[in-house]
């Protein structure tokens, strides 16, 4: 993956850089991110916050209560709709997940782990032998 990477939402009103490289790549099958995306899961990307950025336009967001406690807000194109970010807020957690499908080039996600596999649906076959988390998986910041 090459550093810095970018991406944006659909209609191009809303832009990012990260110019760190991923601490996680991972799917999530979280209620939460079902009812957002409309699947089964969300392919996403962990990275520190510090390294993130919005470079064109300002996203809306939406916050739900997070399994962790406090709340998880989600970032948006306001006028499309894409969803760009999600995460929890505030300096206890230093991070924030894009999107892999926001990525300019979404061929460089490449999925380590599997989040909240006790809330897939049994549809949702998960075969790709790939590390299984019922919740969370363990902090970065402690490993």
Not at 110 to 126: G, Y
Request: aromatic share 10%; charged share 15%.
């Amino acid at each position: 993956m090459i550093i810095p990477f970018e991406g944006g939402c659909a209609c191009g009103a809303i832009r990012y850089r990260c110019g760190a490289a991923p601490l996680r790549m991972f799917q999530c099958h979280c209620r939460d991110c079902q009812r957002a995306t409309g699947g089964p899961f969300v392919a996403g990307l962990l990275v520190p916050i510090k390294a993130f950025t919005f470079v064109k336009g300002a996203p809306t967001y939406h916050a739900v209560p997070s399994a962790r406690g406090g709340t998880n807000t989600r970032s948006f194109c306001g006028a499309c709709g894409s969803r760009l970010t999600g995460g929890q807020r505030g300096a206890h957690w230093p991070f924030i997940g894009i999107t892999a499908s926001s990525l300019d080039d979404p061929s460089v996600f490449k999925n380590e782990m599997h989040l909240f596999v006790s809330q897939a649906q049994p549809w949702d076959r998960i075969t790709d032998g790939l590390p299984q988390h019922a919740a969370y998986p363990p902090d970065p910041k402690k490993e």
